[in-house]
T-cell receptor, first 114, second 111 residues
């Protein structure tokens, strides 16, 4: 069964510092990969996704992620953190079957210090 | 606005009651989902419908019954509510390019 591991339930950075949120997946076949952001008391908003093609994917709000098949990873980065980036971030995969369901990681809470 | 809308946003009810959550999407998507987010923020798929047909039922107690009257609507009915059902329930829909759109959630509290 496919699974997603997000290393670090909480990540704290200073405003202006690099943001790195880690995501690893387990799958014999590379799945499609996603990053979502959830602000307090809100739904999930898509940051970016990888399906095929270029392995470096750019998303909204200055975020990007790189699919590395050899490392089964899809880490999320942003060069300079902003206070408004403070939120919960979820990595997710879609298994390559007919279900098209999203399997989520456990989430990482990003804290941005002034 | 094009969106996935859920009602109600908040639901507080007593144990043993029966309640429903409604979801509607005007995006023209064929596939809709229900996800449950527990108190630790963990998100798990519950059900999926494709064009009114059930395609995923992920080991959810049979007290939970989804209903899809048409492809734009997916409702969730819960019988005999238990304390452990307290969670945030998210509806979502999917387009043909793996674009998932989530509703803003229904926070269910069972007391």
């Amino acid at each position: 069964a496919q699974s997603v591991t997000q290393l670090g339930s909480h990540v704290s950075v200073s405003e202006g510092a690099l943001v790195l949120l880690r995501c690893n997946y387990s799958s014999s076949v590379p799945p499609y990969l996603f990053w979502y952001v959830q602000y307090p008391n809100q739904g999930l908003q898509l940051l970016l996704k990888y399906t095929t093609g270029a392995t470096l994917v750019k998303g909204i709000n200055g975020f990007e992620a790189e699919f590395k098949k050899s490392e089964t990873s899809f880490h999320l980065t942003k060069p300079s953190a902003h206070m408004s980036d403070a939120a919960e971030y979820f990595c997710a995969v879609t298994p390559m079957d007919s279900s098209y369901k999203l399997i989520f990681g456990s989430g990482t809470r990003l804290l941005v210090r002034p | 606005d094009t969106a996935v809308s859920q009602t109600p946003k908040y639901l507080v009810t007593q144990m043993g009651n029966d309640k429903s959550i409604k979801c509607e999407q005007n995006l023209g998507h064929d596939t809709m989902y229900w996800y449950k987010q527990d108190s630790k923020k963990f998100l798990k798929i519950m059900f999926s419908y494709n064009n009114k047909e059930l395609i995923i039922n992920e080991t959810v107690p049979n007290r939970f019954s989804p209903k899809s009257p048409d492809k734009a609507h997916l409702n969730l009915h819960i019988n005999s509510l238990e304390l452990g059902d307290s969670a945030v329930y998210f509806c979502a829909s999917r387009d043909g390019n793996y674009g998932y759109t989530f509703g803003s959630g229904t926070r269910l509290t069972v007391v």
